[in-house]
Antibody
Framework: QVTLKESGPALVKPTQNLTLTCSFS??????????VSWLRQPPGKAPEWLAR???????FYRSSLKTRLTISQDTSKDQVVLEVTNVDPADTASYYC????????????WGQGILVTVSS | DIVLTQSPGTLSLSPGERATLSCRAS???????LAWYQQKPGQAPSLIIY???RRATGISDRFSGSGSGTDFTLTISRLEPEDFAVYYC??????????FGQGTKVEIK
């Protein structure tokens, strides 16, 4: 079965960089049409899409955060990594990774999420 | 980017009642690429409707979606206790960005 799980630090200081890892199983990101996105959800607010990486290594970013985000994949480990540079308290949120398959329902599988707090 | 506006912000209803949630887009949503998610406290969002009206796998037929263009609706025909949650609409497609509405909370009256 398909599973995804986020990992990373729970607390980060302002101006530091944040690295989050999405470890998944039950599918291969090398399969044509497969995609993995990162999303985040500040406490009490709606989810916000951040970045997506596709089976062909195509990458897409939220325009307002593009300069601070880097998404990458490690196909040998079935992992997708998101780096967020120069974090700010406004980056405090639960971060999720989610799977998509082209021409199929969107975000059909999500990780459990990881709460990241940015505070000094 | 497409902006999605959901209404109402909160819906107070009793079990067994019908819930009608609205999602309005700032421009036409192509190819009905409109989804609805349910989120319960402490959990990730869960897909319930995609392509505006198609139920995701395992979703009860109490849930139905409709609409096109810029106006979409999620209807829950008879609220069960497990349906009280926050619901988000989302615009998706082959090319990001994707956007979410701000959510409608369905609470027990």
């Amino acid at each position: 079965q398909v599973t995804l799980k986020e990992s990373g630090p729970a607390l980060v200081k302002p101006t530091q960089n944040l690295t989050l890892t999405c470890s998944f199983s039950g599918f291969s990101l090398s399969t044509p049409g497969m995609r993995v996105s990162w999303l985040r959800q500040p406490p009490g607010k709606a989810p916000e899409w951040l970045a997506r990486i596709d089976w062909d290594d195509g990458k897409f970013y939220r325009s307002s955060l593009k300069t601070r985000l880097t998404i990458s994949q490690d196909t040998s480990k079935d992992q997708v990594v998101l780096e967020v540079t120069n974090v700010d308290p406004a980056d405090t949120a639960s971060y999720y990774c989610a799977r998509e398959t082209r021409n199929r329902p969107p975000f059909d599988f999500w990780g459990q999420g990881i709460l990241v707090t940015v505070s000094s | 980017d497409i902006v999605l506006t959901q209404s109402p912000g909160t819906l107070s209803l009793s079990p067994g009642e019908r819930a009608t949630l609205s999602c309005r887009a700032s421009e036409s949503v192509n190819n009905l690429y409109l989804a609805w998610y349910q989120q319960k406290p402490g959990q990730a969002p869960s897909l319930i409707i995609y392509a505006a009206s198609r139920r995701a796998t395992g979703i009860s037929d109490r849930f139905s979606g409709s609409g096109s263009g810029t106006d979409f609706t999620l209807t829950i025909s008879r609220l069960e206790p497990e349906d009280f949650a926050v619901y988000y609409c989302q615009q998706y497609g082959s090319s990001p960005p994707y956007s979410f509405g701000q959510g409608t909370k369905v609470e027990i009256k």
